[in-house]
């Protein structure tokens, strides 16, 4: 069975850092492109961030971008999202995805973790 599985939430204070990974098993993570997303109680899902199969190629949402950065390590099957700057807007349920491509749409992912609270207090 494929599972993500997510690590690395908690609680910090505005403009902390948290660093999030997604591990991969029961699959070979290679031909996987990834992401992460997340959803604010009460809000739609949002992109977060998204890697190639071999890392060259990341895609940013603007309200992140310059803060967050995204890697992958395939030889450990597993990905990352290192979170700088915290604001209390990044506060939500952070998801790893993996699919075919590396896009802005939760709808090219076919594979979902169960999520990771982060948590942002001003």
């Known amino acids: 069975q494929v599972q993500l599985a997510e690590s690395g939430g908690g609680s910090v204070q505005a403009g902390g850092s948290l660093s999030l990974s997604c591990a991969l098993s029961g699959r070979d993570f290679t031909p996987h492109a990834t992401g992460w997303f997340r959803q604010a109680q009460g809000k739609e899902r949002e992109f977060v961030a998204a890697?190639?199969?071999?890392?060259?190629?990341?895609l940013y949402a603007d309200s992140v971008k310059g803060r967050f950065t995204i890697s992958r390590d395939n030889a450990k099957n597993t990905l990352y999202l290192q979170m700088n700057a915290l604001k209390p807007e990044d506060t939500a349920v952070y998801l790893c995805?993996?699919?075919?491509?590396?896009?802005?749409?939760?709808?090219?992912?076919?594979?979902w973790g169960q999520g990771t609270q982060v948590t942002v207090s001003s």
């Open positions: 995805a993996a699919g075919q491509r590396a896009t802005m749409r939760p709808g090219t992912y076919n594979i």
């Open positions: 890697i190639t199969r071999v890392g060259d190629l990341v």
